[in-house]
């Protein structure tokens, strides 16, 4: 949100730097993002000044260019080339001289240089509006009143105001905030509490010399749906006249970057960055048998809005209509047809509370975000309805004419009273860490607007004003009183007090930080990403079979009020966030990667398994059901992710650089489950949806880890044009297997390992994992390793066969192995994979 600081001035007569104010905002809970200069006019004119033109002559070598001679009262002529058609003597002129960079409306900023145009020196150039971006006109070159000072800088003959720009993070909480006269609430409070006692006053805007003037245009107004609308209050203006906006309205928009549109819409706009509370301008004209009616439309119903889109309405939409048709999204944004036009004569001004709760619904099912729905969202205040309408209808007098000509209609049946909350002072010494006296406690409760009804020994009764939506509780009035009084001012105590906490075994956090660091050193970045994803990313998955719950409608768990459509579903696996971290760091040349997340999955049962009483609802899984009950609840699980794309290793001289491969990433999955001391009890080839081809480790029927590389059509979707290897651990099931699992150190073996190899011709479709699997199974005492170094198909065997080439890595721990317990166990593997294989072996 922008606050203009000359704007905030108006209502606070400032002594301090925009900077100062900045901190001072920061500190007590606006914080101030950035603090811009702003000028009314780009540039500020900075370098352009007033001349007369003194002489003009036609060029000698180009028809359409003139050599003029300008005095900019420096005491030398400025020989200048001109080309437009209505230049000549004797008029005042912007001149930019050289040096100076001028902004024009259109196209890039201009340093302007000596220099030479068809063989004639120009020493600057003589401005149109459009080029200094004082207008849109190129017609010709400004030719300004005649009594205009020679020498003269630009920006004073033009007045053009120098501004600061305060870029606020505003919280949700803090829709009191929304406006200048808002911040300049907090401001008040904060500079009298911290500079000086009672010095600053808050200026707000009188309303005193608003009266009715007439009542020859009567607008009846009906709210059928008062939970919607509480309150809505209105008057009617006859005899305005719809033109540009004075300077000043247009200067005020424009600083904190609006474009003025007219003078009745500009008013209204100017109002709601005063006040915050939002108004709209119906034409009278339209507004069918002079009559409001504040309902919620059919469903179905075709409306289009003032950005000329036609929209379907809702059941939960509030609109205000008139006897025959809609006029406007209430709350949100006005209809094409009710819209004020540069003939309208007369208008029907609206100042209404709506419910955050229905104005929320409307903007996000429309993916509408205006200034007037961000402000209800938050919630406005309902008691400033008739004083906004008050201030707004006195500035379209101001700046349109016209006569107020009805009385305000003010429909309030069950009037909103502030909320009265009871405060201890105990209690805020025991939050705050801290005893502040109880006389600077009330200072600030005043200095905030609250009224203090009841006082006793510890305790106060205290009146919220009706602002404050985000005041409830004693809690909420603690923290107003330590935002005021400052953080920085609450003393650090010398001592800290805990609590010995038993930590359950095994250790998450620790097992968590042993990995990280693990893969840290295996040269990995951490990426933390959001669990909110974009639903679109699903469409490259032709199932949900990868999801926990199944095909047949389950699986992704969708948000009813999504912040946007990127975000709108909870990420059912973790690829999508490493796909987008990858695609952004390849896009800034950044495309050799190995990065890691942990992170929680999310997924849904089919709506069918889903207990009645649940299925709007996103509930826990409750400790101690059963696997069955569980089934019935949303699940997030723990995983954690690796990734791997571009070259293996930096470019260096000394080194081949190479590309990351499958066997890399087997090898960091191998040292993850290794440094947890957890093997696999099955290793198998896979393939999904997401992996071309890799490989799946399980233990007792749960999957650990996959890993293998991701499918093009996925990198096509991200963009990625370099080889992505991806693995998926199984975050929970490890944690689980952890419990049964240590690792020993163990003393390096005193005898020597001995090596055999044997070559085996086997068919085509016998794979390496069996051979593997038989060689352990026939010798598990002395055989320590077994490693494939070779593999032969080709015309020196028979078709349809292979060759592995093998190697055994044979140990006796406790005693140096003779030739007759090598050849035992050599004869038995030979004797395994004849039998279990059908293996020949070759000499």
């Given at each position: 949100?922008k606050i203009?600081?000359?704007w ?11 900077e100062?104010?900045?901190e ?10 950035s ?15 007033i ?16 050599v003029t ?5 420096t ?7 001109c ?8 008029q005042k002129?912007?001149?930019?001289t ?11 900023p201009?340093t302007?240089k000596?220099?030479k ?5 120009s ?6 509006e ?23 800088p ?5 007045k ?14 803090r ?5 200048h006269i808002g ?5 008040y409070?904060v500079?009298?509490w ?7 006053e808050?200026n707000?805007?009188?309303?005193e ?13 009906a ?17 305005i006249?719809v ?5 000043w309205l ?15 819409v500009?008013?209204?706009?100017f ?5 915050g509370?939002?108004l ?7 507004i ?7 309902k919620k439309?059919a469903?179905?119903t075709k ?8 929209r379907t309405?809702?059941?939960?939409d509030?609109?205000?209509?008139s006897?025959?048709?809609?006029l406007?999204l ?7 047809k009710?819209g004020?036009t ?7 001004l ?5 419910s ?15 200034d007037?729905s961000?402000?209800?969202e938050?919630g ?17 007098k ?5 006569n107020?000509?009805?009385?305000i209609v003010?429909i309030?049946?069950?009037?909103i ?32 607007g609250?009224?203090?009804?009841n ?12 602002n ?5 509780i004693?809690?909420d009035?603690?923290?107003e009183?330590l935002?005021?009084?400052g953080?920085?001012?609450?003393e650090?105590?010398s001592?800290v007090r805990?609590s ?6 095994p ?6 930080n ?11 970045t951490?990426?933390?990403?959001n669990?909110?994803t ?9 199932s949900?079979n ?7 409608g ?8 999504p912040?946007?459509?990127?975000l ?5 696996i973790?690829l999508?966030?490493?796909?987008e971290?990858i695609?952004?760091?390849?896009n ?10 942990f992170?929680?999955?999310y997924?849904?049962?089919?709506p069918a398994h889903?207990?009645?009483e649940f299925?709007?609802?996103?509930p826990?899984v409750?400790?101690g059901e059963?696997?069955e009950?569980?089934?019935?609840f949303?699940?997030?699980?723990s ?16 080194s081949?650089?190479?590309s990351?491969d499958f066997f890399?990433?087997k ?11 957890i ?5 198998s ?5 997401i ?12 999957n650990?880890?996959?890993f ?11 963009d ?8 998926d651990?199984?975050w929970d099931v490890?944690?689980?297997?952890t419990?049964n699992?240590?690792?020993h150190?163990?003393?390096?073996p005193k ?10 011709v086997?068919?085509r ?6 051979l ?12 320590k390793?077994v490693?494939?170094f070779?593999?032969y198909?080709?015309?020196?065997i ?7 080439a ?7 721990e ?8 090598i050849d ?5 593997l ?6 279990k294989a059908g293996?020949?072996?070759?000499s």
């Amino acid at each position: 949100m922008k606050i203009s600081f000359n704007w905030l001035k108006q209502y606070i007569a400032l002594d301090i730097s925009a900077e100062k104010t900045a901190e001072l905002l920061t500190d007590c809970g606006l914080e101030v993002e950035s603090v811009e200069k702003h000028e009314s006019v780009k540039g500020g004119l900075a370098g352009c000044v007033i001349g007369e033109v003194k002489t003009k002559e036609k060029h000698p070598d180009a028809d359409r260019l003139s050599v003029t001679t300008v005095d900019i009262g420096t005491g030398t002529l400025l020989h200048i080339v001109c080309g437009a058609a209505n230049v000549a003597a004797g008029q005042k002129v912007v001149v930019a001289t050289v040096g100076s960079t001028i902004y024009p409306v259109k196209g890039e900023p201009i340093t302007l240089k000596k220099v030479k145009i068809r063989g004639a020196t120009s020493e600057g150039m003589i401005c149109a509006e459009d080029e200094v971006g004082l207008g849109e006109s190129h017609s010709g070159i400004m030719v300004l009143d005649a009594k205009a000072k020679i020498g003269t800088p630009a920006k004073d003959y033009f007045k053009i105001e120098e501004d600061h720009l305060l870029e606020i993070g505003l919280t949700p909480n803090r829709g009191d905030a929304a406006s200048h006269i808002g911040v300049a609430k907090d401001l008040y409070a904060v500079l009298n509490w911290k500079l000086a006692e009672n010095k600053y006053e808050l200026n707000v805007p009188s309303v005193e010399n608003f009266t009715v003037e007439n009542n020859k245009l009567k607008i009846d107004v009906a709210v059928e749906d008062k939970e919607a609308c509480p309150r809505y209050s209105g008057v009617t203006i006859s005899g305005i006249t719809v033109k540009e906006s004075p300077d000043w309205l247009k200067k005020r928009l424009q600083s904190i970057g609006l474009n003025p549109i007219n003078n009745i819409v500009d008013a209204t706009n100017f109002a709601l960055h005063e006040l915050g509370q939002p108004l709209h301008a119906f034409n009278a004209e339209n507004i069918s048998e002079g009559k409001v009616i504040v309902k919620k439309a059919a469903a179905g119903t075709k409306f289009t809005t003032l950005d000329g889109v036609d929209r379907t309405l809702t059941a939960d939409d509030l609109m205000i209509c008139s006897a025959n048709e809609p006029l406007c999204l209430a709350g949100v944004l006005g209809g094409q047809k009710s819209g004020v036009t540069n003939e309208t004569k007369n208008i029907f001004l609206e100042s209404a509370y709506f419910s955050p709760v229905s104005i929320r619904k409307t903007s996000k099912h429309h993916g509408l975000k205006t200034d007037a729905s961000f402000r209800f969202e938050r919630g406005a205040d309902p008691n400033i309805t008739v004083y906004a309408l008050q201030r707004a209808a006195l500035l379209i007098k101001e700046v349109a004419g016209g006569n107020i000509s009805s009385d305000i209609v003010d429909i309030y049946p069950i009037p909103i009273e502030e909320k009265k909350v009871s405060f201890s002072f105990h209690h805020c010494d025991r939050l705050i860490g801290k005893l502040i006296d109880r006389r600077q406690i009330k200072r600030i409760l005043q200095l905030l607007g609250m009224e203090i009804i009841n006082e006793g020994s510890d305790t106060l009764l205290l009146s919220v004003p009706t602002n404050r939506y985000d005041i409830a509780i004693e809690e909420d009035i603690i923290e107003e009183i330590l935002r005021i009084y400052g953080c920085n001012d609450i003393e650090i105590s010398s001592s800290v007090r805990s609590s010995l906490s038993y930590v359950s075994k095994p250790d998450t956090e620790k097992l968590r930080n042993t990995i990280s660091d693990l893969l840290c050193g295996f040269g990995f970045t951490e990426i933390m990403s959001n669990s909110l994803t974009n639903a679109e990313y699903l469409s490259l998955l032709s199932s949900s079979n990868f999801l926990p719950f199944g095909a047949g409608g389950g699986g992704v768990v969708t948000l009813l009020n999504p912040l946007s459509p990127d975000l709108s579903i909870l990420r059912p696996i973790l690829l999508f966030s490493g796909l987008e971290a990858i695609a952004y760091n390849q896009n800034r040349k950044n495309g050799d990667l190995k990065l890691f997340e942990f992170g929680k999955t999310y997924a849904s049962p089919p709506p069918a398994h889903l207990p009645p009483e649940f299925r709007s609802l996103s509930p826990v899984v409750p400790k101690g059901e059963s696997r069955e009950q569980k089934d019935c609840f949303f699940r997030e699980e723990s995983h954690l992710a690796l990734f791997l794309c571009g070259a293996k290793n930096e470019e260096s001289w000394i080194s081949q650089q190479g590309s990351v491969d499958f066997f890399q990433m087997k090898a960091f999955v191998d040292n993850v489950l290794g440094r947890l001391g957890i093997t696999y009890e099955q290793l198998s080839e896979m393939s999904s949806e997401i992996l071309g081809s890799g490989l799946s480790y399980s233990q007792k029927n749960r999957n650990i880890v996959e890993f293998g590389f991701v499918k093009k059509s996925f990198l096509k979707k991200f963009d990625i044009k370099k080889e992505v290897f991806y693995a998926d651990f199984n975050w929970d099931v490890i944690i689980g297997l952890t419990k049964n699992s240590s690792v020993h150190y163990k003393e390096i073996p005193k005898f020597p390992e001995v090596r055999r190899d044997l070559a085996l011709v086997v068919d085509r479709n016998i794979k390496y994992e069996l051979l593997e699997s038989l060689a352990f199974q026939a010798e598990k005492s002395l055989l320590k390793n077994v490693n494939l170094f070779d593999v032969y198909e080709g015309d020196k065997i028979e078709q349809g066969k292979k060759s592995y080439a093998l190697s055994f890595i044979l140990q006796n721990e406790n005693a140096t192995l003779t030739d007759l317990e090598i050849d035992k166990v050599i004869r038995k593997l030979i004797k395994t994979y004849e039998e279990k294989a059908g293996a020949v072996i070759r000499s």
